[in-house]
């Protein structure tokens, strides 16, 4: 069993920048993992993939993100990122992470009906 665990969501104003991390165990899966991702969902909309990140640290991420968040694993620490810059109010959402097999698809777009382990959460609030 791989556990996730969130942290670093809070209120932030639009054009502020954000760091959201997630711990995974065991400390052994997070330089195993075949695939790595965040995604968000808001009140009333579905799930988005916001970026994922394989075993090999290839990247992929969504539009809307695209050029202002960057998605970083550190092995050392057993933690996966999700460094958030210019951020927009249309990023506010609940933020989870989530862990795959080697048969998850690692790149955006992406259902995450495919990633087998997602953290609880950590919320998101850019005001205007």
């Known amino acids: 069993q791989v556990h996730l665990a969130e942290s670093g969501g809070e209120p932030v104003q639009a054009g502020g920048s954000l760091r959201v991390s997630c711990v995974l165990r065991?400390?052994?899966?997070?330089?195993?993992?075949?695939?790595l991702g965040w995604f968000r969902q808001a009140p009333g909309k579905e799930r988005e993939a916001v970026a994922t990140?394989?075993?090999?640290?290839?990247?992929s991420y969504g539009e809307s993100v695209e050029g202002r968040f960057t998605i970083s694993k550190d092995h050392a620490k057993n933690t996966m990122y999700l460094q958030m810059n210019s951020l927009k109010p249309e990023d506010s959402a609940m933020y989870f992470c989530?862990?795959?097999?080697?048969?998850?698809?690692?790149?955006?777009?992406?259902?995450?009906?495919?990633?087998?382990?997602w953290g609880q959460g950590t919320e998101v609030t850019v005001s205007p």
């Open positions: 989530a862990a795959g097999r080697s048969y998850t698809k690692c790149s955006v777009p992406s259902t995450g009906a495919d990633f087998v382990f």
């Open positions: 065991p400390t052994a899966y997070t330089r195993g993992a075949a695939c």
């Open positions: 990140i394989d075993r090999f640290d290839k990247t």
